[in-house]
Structures are given as structure tokens and as C-alpha cells.
């Protein structure tokens, strides 16, 4: 078995951490700043729009050997000069493994169904439904985190795994998730 | 056999090797919602560009609303805006009253008359709320006026 070639480092320590928020609302984006601060977070950076998030991706991203890479990039779903989606799209088809593989987080107010299909679709990795709050902001980022997904490339798509894996049922306990389960997770979106 | 076209690449742990593993403690995220809430960011100017949007979306939809799609989008997408801005700043009740909004709309397949006179009540409800400083769950007249768009909304049929 080879052995990891990193050792972990003790469990959360997200001063190391670097985030790019795209938001096009500079209110929008300084809440989400001094949030995803007090989580630990020090390096954040801001970026008023789609194109300004791609020239920063670039910036940190493009040198492989870079010790400041970018570790994910939350943006917002509409913005001018590109939008998220547009953006993840542009991330994805990068030639470049440390940025077409970048974890992605897309935020929005639409409804959660839709925002969840597109975000599913253009290959991001989680979705977030505006209003935001400090519990949904730290789901997102820890489940990045946590539960990394293998990235699938087809033909016609780049990006994470879009089937979630599921729970084999076992014996007569069909319901893998309890209704008040079911409601949370509805919640978290 | 016909080669598989898709590719599984396997699921990196780069950033569990650069940032652990495990959980937030619950007191870094109260604090980080507590920076939140205690932003002392007013929404009243914020939405302003939102609301203007939503006005000129209404007046042009009243002219001319044979596109569905371009009359739809131009309505939702500065009430999705505001639905999002004011939840993040203490307005529970225009959040709220937005989303539920927004899922109505997302059940009109052609717009009419009485889908944009919902929208420019909206408009002027949210108009209403922000001058008179109704934040939070907007109280005891944020429900009222909350049951009472639902109402609307369950009502609704559309114009043959």
C-alpha cells in the first residue's frame, strides 16, 4: 500500500486556506468575506464578476508549482461579465489540472431545483441557495473538503461525479433517510 | 467490446492533506453568524437597484409581454436578487415573501395581466416594507401580508 506522500496536518486548519468569492455586490461580497473569515479562513479574495474571477483563476492557478493556488472559488450564478456557470464552465475546460479541477461552490437566490440541476450540469461541486448563512457556508466548504468526489470526463462533460453514491438497503430497512432527514437536507440547500 | 468513452478520474485528498479533517466547532460557526447579523449593512439602498429593475421589467411587460421567457426573466431576476440580499440583511419577511413569489412564477407558463399586476403589487409591497423599516418577520403585518400574496398566488387562473 503506498503511504499518503503529505502528512495530515491536525484536524481544520483553515488558515491555509485560500478562497476566491465572485459576487458582483460588493456588499454581498464583504459579508461573505468577514463570514468565511471568522470560520479561519485568511486568504480570501474578491472578484466583481465572472472575467475578474477567470484573470485571478489564471493568476494563482496557472503556475503548477505555485505554493498560493486558489483551493475554491464561490460564486455568484448572475453576474455581468459572465456568469457562474459560465465561469465553472471556463474553469472546467482549462488545460491545466490545478485549475480545471478546482472545487467549485455556486450561489444563488433561485429556487433550490433548478439552481441544483445547473450546477450539477456545468460541473460544479456544490450549490448553495441564497440567503446565506455561517452553517450553510461552513456545509459547503467542509463538504468539499470531506467528501471528495471523482471528477467524470465524457464526451460532452467535465466535472464532479453527478450520481451521488448511495446507501446499499439493508434487509427490510428500506428508508436509508428518515423524513426529518429528508427536510434537512432540503434545508441545507 | 465498444470502449468506454467516459473516464473516472479518482477523487483527490489534496486539500484534506493541506487542511485536516473533521468538523467546525459550533462556537466558530455562531460567531461567524453572529458577524453576519451584526453587519450593520442597510438594505433599504441596496435593493434600490433591484426594485428600479423590477419597476422598468413591469412597465415593459405591460407594453408587450408576447415572449414569455425574456418577460419571466426580466421580472424574476431582480427578485431573485432582492430574495437573496434581503435574507442576508435582516429581511426575513421580503426574503420570504420573494421565494414564495418566485416558486409561483416558476408554475406560470405564459404570463398575463394578473401575473404582472402580482409582480407590481410585490414591487410596491417590498416598496412599503423598506420604508417602513419592517425587518426581521415583518411582525404581525409581514404574516398578514404574507397569507394574503399566498392567497393570491393559490388563486390564480390563468387568462383564457
Given at each position: 500500500?503506498n503511504?499518503?506522500?503529505?502528512?495530515?496536518?491536525?484536524?481544520?486548519?483553515?488558515?491555509?486556506?485560500r478562497?476566491l468569492?465572485?459576487?458582483?455586490?460588493?456588499?454581498?461580497?464583504d459579508?461573505?468575506?468577514?463570514?468565511?473569515?471568522?470560520?479561519g479562513?485568511?486568504?480570501?479574495?474578491?472578484?466583481?464578476?465572472?472575467?475578474e474571477?477567470?484573470?485571478?483563476?489564471?493568476?494563482?492557478?496557472?503556475?503548477?508549482?505555485?505554493?498560493n493556488?486558489?483551493?475554491?472559488v464561490i460564486?455568484?450564478?448572475?453576474?455581468?461579465?459572465?456568469d457562474?456557470?459560465?465561469?465553472?464552465?471556463?474553469?472546467?475546460?482549462?488545460?491545466?489540472?490545478a485549475?480545471?479541477?478546482?472545487?467549485?461552490?455556486?450561489?444563488s437566490?433561485?429556487?433550490?431545483e433548478?439552481?441544483?440541476t445547473?450546477?450539477?450540469?456545468?460541473?460544479?461541486?456544490?450549490?448553495?441557495?441564497?440567503?446565506?448563512?455561517?452553517?450553510?457556508?461552513?456545509?459547503?466548504i467542509?463538504?468539499?473538503i470531506?467528501?471528495?468526489?471523482?471528477?467524470?470526463k465524457?464526451?460532452?462533460?467535465?466535472?464532479?461525479?453527478?450520481?451521488?453514491?448511495?446507501?446499499?438497503?439493508?434487509?427490510?430497512?428500506?428508508?436509508?433517510?428518515?423524513?426529518?432527514?429528508?427536510k434537512?437536507?432540503h434545508?441545507?440547500? | 467490446?465498444?470502449?468506454?468513452?467516459?473516464?473516472?478520474i479518482?477523487?483527490?485528498?489534496?486539500?484534506?492533506?493541506?487542511?485536516?479533517?473533521?468538523?467546525?466547532?459550533?462556537?466558530?460557526?455562531?460567531?461567524?453568524?453572529?458577524?453576519?447579523?451584526?453587519?450593520?449593512?442597510?438594505?433599504?439602498?441596496?435593493?434600490?437597484?433591484?426594485?428600479?429593475?423590477?419597476?422598468?421589467?413591469?412597465?415593459?411587460?405591460?407594453?408587450?409581454?408576447?415572449?414569455?421567457?425574456?418577460?419571466?426573466?426580466?421580472?424574476?431576476?431582480?427578485?431573485m436578487?432582492?430574495?437573496?440580499?434581503?435574507g442576508?440583511?435582516?429581511?426575513?419577511?421580503?426574503?420570504?415573501?420573494?421565494?414564495?413569489?418566485?416558486?409561483?412564477?416558476?408554475?406560470?407558463?405564459?404570463?398575463?395581466?394578473?401575473?404582472?399586476?402580482?409582480?407590481?403589487?410585490?414591487?410596491k409591497?417590498?416598496?412599503?416594507?423598506?420604508?417602513?423599516?419592517?425587518?426581521?418577520?415583518?411582525?404581525?403585518?409581514?404574516?398578514?401580508?404574507?397569507?394574503?400574496?399566498?392567497?393570491?398566488?393559490?388563486k390564480?387562473?390563468?387568462?383564457?
Open positions: 500500500m503511504a499518503p506522500k503529505q502528512k495530515q496536518k491536525d484536524p481544520y486548519s483553515l488558515k491555509s486556506f478562497v468569492v465572485a459576487d458582483d455586490y460588493p456588499f454581498m461580497a459579508l461573505m468575506t468577514s463570514m468565511i473569515r471568522e470560520l479562513v485568511e486568504h480570501i479574495l474578491l472578484a466583481n464578476s465572472g472575467a474571477a477567470k484573470e485571478m483563476v489564471m493568476m494563482f492557478n496557472a503556475d503548477p508549482g505555485s505554493p493556488h486558489i483551493d475554491m460564486t455568484d450564478w448572475l453576474m455581468p461579465g459572465g457562474g456557470d459560465e465561469l465553472i464552465r471556463w474553469i472546467r475546460d482549462s488545460k491545466k489540472d485549475i480545471k479541477f478546482l472545487p467549485v461552490v455556486l450561489c437566490a433561485y429556487t433550490s433548478e439552481i441544483v445547473i450546477a450539477r450540469d456545468s460541473g460544479a461541486n456544490e450549490a448553495m441557495v441564497k440567503p446565506i448563512s455561517a452553517k450553510k457556508m461552513a456545509d459547503r467542509l463538504h468539499v470531506n467528501h471528495p468526489r471523482p471528477f467524470i465524457t464526451p460532452n462533460f467535465f466535472g464532479p461525479d453527478r450520481r451521488r453514491r448511495l446507501e446499499k438497503y439493508k434487509g427490510e430497512e428500506r428508508r436509508v433517510m428518515k423524513p426529518d432527514e429528508v434537512e437536507t434545508e441545507r440547500l | 467490446m465498444a470502449k468506454s468513452k467516459s473516464k473516472k479518482k477523487a483527490s485528498k489534496e486539500l484534506q492533506f493541506k487542511v485536516g479533517t473533521g468538523k467546525i466547532d459550533e462556537k466558530v460557526i455562531k460567531d461567524a453568524q453572529k458577524a453576519l447579523e451584526d453587519s450593520k449593512v442597510d438594505f433599504a439602498p441596496l435593493a434600490r437597484p433591484d426594485l428600479n429593475k423590477l419597476q422598468k421589467a413591469i412597465d415593459a411587460a405591460r407594453e408587450d409581454f408576447s415572449d414569455s421567457d425574456a418577460v419571466m426573466d426580466s421580472i424574476k431576476t431582480p427578485i436578487n432582492l430574495k437573496a440580499n434581503a442576508s440583511f435582516d429581511y426575513e419577511f421580503v426574503s420570504n415573501l420573494t421565494g414564495m413569489i418566485l416558486m409561483f412564477f416558476e408554475s406560470v407558463d405564459k404570463p398575463d395581466k394578473k401575473v404582472i399586476q402580482i409582480a407590481d403589487v410585490l414591487h409591497t417590498i416598496l412599503l416594507a423598506l420604508a417602513y423599516n419592517m425587518s426581521g418577520d415583518g411582525g404581525k403585518n409581514g404574516k398578514i401580508l404574507f397569507e394574503t400574496f399566498e392567497q393570491i398566488c393559490k390564480y387562473k390563468p387568462s383564457t
